[in-house]
T-cell receptor, first 118, second 111 residues
Framework: GAVVSQHPSWVICKSGTSVKIECRSL??????MFWYRQFPKQSLMLMATSNEGSKATYEQGVEKDKFLINHASLTLSTLTVTSAHPEDSSFYICSAFLYLAGITDTQYFGPGTRLTVL | EDQVTQSPEALRLQEGESSSLNCSYT??????LFWYRQDPGKGPEFLFTLYSAGEEKEKERLKATLTKKESFLHITAPKPEDSATYLCAVQSMEYGNKLVFGAGTILRVKS
């Protein structure tokens, strides 16, 4: 149980184009999902918190207009990197928050998406 | 501000050589401490959640313990397949569902 998928697993795009990454919770509903970025040999850096039916909350220093987040349903959140540039190349990971009172309140992570911008 | 420090940065063990990874934390009210395993090029895999000092959890060769200031991940008789980066993260009363991660410990187990 508690499986989270991401699509695509990797993507290569040209500078200036936009890329959409999907994050799905496959066997549970998640009102909250999170988007992280990870640089080589570094830990996860939280970019934003995505709440179903409302606007995402971005961490300090993360450009809202560059990283568009939509959480349209209880099982799907999307991250769109707009006008991508080489410095946006990174490993993007999402997580879905599973809360069951008295049982669990845990983030389950997707497999990640490797973005390379040429 | 919540802080998580993991040590050592890297650890090399021989197969069967037991050891422990450390996670020291400073939070404004601990809601939970989490251990994840991350393999290269993949997302973190959930291992354990600990909520209060004195709590212990086990899974196969792994055992996690928690005190008021730190957590240990004990690895008993490790195998090469236990090689991975182990991440510790805390959830605090102040920041709700967010996780603050440590830098991780890279574990290599040689046969």
């Amino acid at each position: 149980g508690a499986v989270v998928s991401q699509h695509p697993s990797w993507v290569i795009c040209k500078s200036g184009t936009s890329v959409k990454i999907e994050c799905r919770s496959l066997d549970f509903q998640a009102t909250t999902m999170f988007w992280y970025r990870q640089f080589p040999k570094q830990s996860l850096m939280l970019m934003a918190t995505s709440n179903e039916g409302s606007k995402a909350t971005y961490e300090q220093g993360v450009e809202k207009d560059k990283f568009l987040i939509n959480h349209a349903s209880l099982t799907l959140s999307t991250l769109t990197v707009t006008s991508a540039h080489p410095e946006d190349s990174s490993f993007y990971i999402c997580s879905a928050f599973l809360y069951l009172a008295g049982i669990t309140d845990t983030q389950y992570f997707g497999p990640g998406t490797r973005l390379t911008v040429l | 501000e919540d802080q998580v420090t993991q040590s050592p940065e890297a650890l090399r063990l021989q197969e069967g050589e037991s050891s422990s990874l450390n996670c020291s934390y400073t939070v404004s009210g601990l809601r939970g401490l989490f251990w994840y395993r991350q393999d290269p090029g993949k997302g973190p895999e959930f291992l354990f959640t600990l909520y209060s000092a004195g709590e212990e959890k086990e899974k196969e060769r792994l055992k996690a313990t928690l005190t008021k200031k730190e957590s240990f991940l004990h690895i008993t008789a490790p195998k090469p397949e236990d090689s991975a980066t182990y991440l510790c993260a805390v959830q605090s009363m102040e920041y709700g569902n967010k996780l603050v991660f440590g830098a991780g410990t890279i574990l290599r187990v040689k046969s």
